[in-house]
């Protein structure tokens, strides 16, 4: 019997080759080079990587709707090239495109689903929690990007499964859509699911993710946690430069010359949003804090950050490793 502590997967030296190709003389592509990773329960692990990385690949073998080629993979205690039914009950599955047939309605095709699953989640707290009643009677093919991405997601979570695949869970969601999906899946993550998010918005991941893994080129290039990321990119080499970005709100069109020294980057990123870049110091900001005050200006909002998850990435991706054209 698996223990509660026990990783819900792990993926160990994954490779994936596909071909022959004609084009390449008759050799196999490696798509997926050598990938590791270790997610558990009540954790959110983010898999990034650019279009090409490999990233759908290797969540594809890990669901067992690829075969590897090689390395080493257990889903909840199983090797999912081999297992049956009773692992793939346990196991939920968001896909990007849906994969909803297009002429069904969105209550009926759930309940259907509910019917295939021993101890289904309540159709009706899922249409509710996910607000699918307002569109309920529209066809598949009919509903906006948004409206598909949460009734893929109450198609996922209708079994009740101890893991999810998350992929690009936020893909066509307007804001108050994606702020009702996230309190979902953190609300899931703390009933103690494990949940595999797949995603290329590093906001998505800074905000859901609990531990990152950064792959390119089919290969594990950084992971960590997002704190551990943002101190060191990944790497024990790299160490904090100094430099980091004030981000404010406040009215647009605010001149700011002559109010910080011209080693300090201050521009306006779009209407009434500013940031202000370089190596801050306590002077910079009273110095900003006094123009404030001389101009009766008060932001809505202010953050500071030393760097960002997107920073990170691109410090770390594609440096060294090519991305594969025909890589996922």
Same mark, same amino acid.
């Given at each position: ?254 001149? $700011? ?33 006094? $123009? ?20 990170? $990435? ?15």
């Amino acid at each position: 019997m698996r223990s509660p502590n026990s990783p819900v997967l792990a993926i160990d030296g994954l490779i994936k080759d596909v071909g022959p190709l004609a084009a390449m003389d008759g050799k196999m592509l490696r798509v997926v080079s050598d990938v590791s990773l270790t997610a558990y329960p009540g954790q959110v692990t983010a898999l990034l990587g650019t279009n090409g990385a490999g990233k759908t690949t290797t969540i594809e073998c890990a669901q067992g709707l690829q075969q590897r080629s090689g390395g080493q993979i257990s889903l909840l205690g199983a090797d999912p090239a081999t297992a049956g039914a009773a692992l793939r009950s346990r196991v939920g599955v968001m896909l990007q495109d849906g994969g909803l047939p297009p002429s069904a309605r969105p209550i009926p095709l759930l309940k259907h689903i509910a019917g295939m699953y021993r101890d289904p989640l309540p159709v009706a707290g899922l249409v509710e929690r996910l607000g699918i009643e307002s569109f309920s009677r529209t066809t598949v093919r009919r509903l906006s990007g948004g409206q598909k991405q949460r009734l893929a997601l109450a198609a996922a979570l209708i079994g009740n499964p101890e893991v999810l695949f998350l992929d690009e869970p936020s893909a066509g969601l307007d804001p108050q859509s994606r702020q009702l999906v996230f309190d979902y899946i953190a609300e899931l993550r703390d009933a103690g699911k494990g949940i595999i998010l797949t995603t290329h918005l590093m906001d998505d991941a800074q905000r859901l993710a609990d531990y990152v893994y950064i792959i390119d080129g089919g290969r594990n290039v950084a992971e960590g946690t997002v704190s551990e990321l943002l101190q060191h990119g990944g790497s024990a080499k790299t160490h904090d430069d100094g430099i980091r970005t004030l981000y404010f709100e406040a009215l647009p069109g605010i001149a $700011f010359d002559g109010v910080l020294p011209d080693v300090i980057d201050v521009r306006e990123t779009r209407a009434g949003s500013y940031s202000a870049t370089g190596h801050l110091t306590p002077a910079h900001l009273s110095a900003l804090a006094s $123009f404030w005050e001389s101009k009766d200006i008060m932001p809505v909002s202010m953050s500071l950050q030393a760097r960002s998850l997107e920073d990170v $990435f691109l410090d770390v991706s594609a440096k060294e490793i090519p991305a594969k054209d025909d890589a996922r």
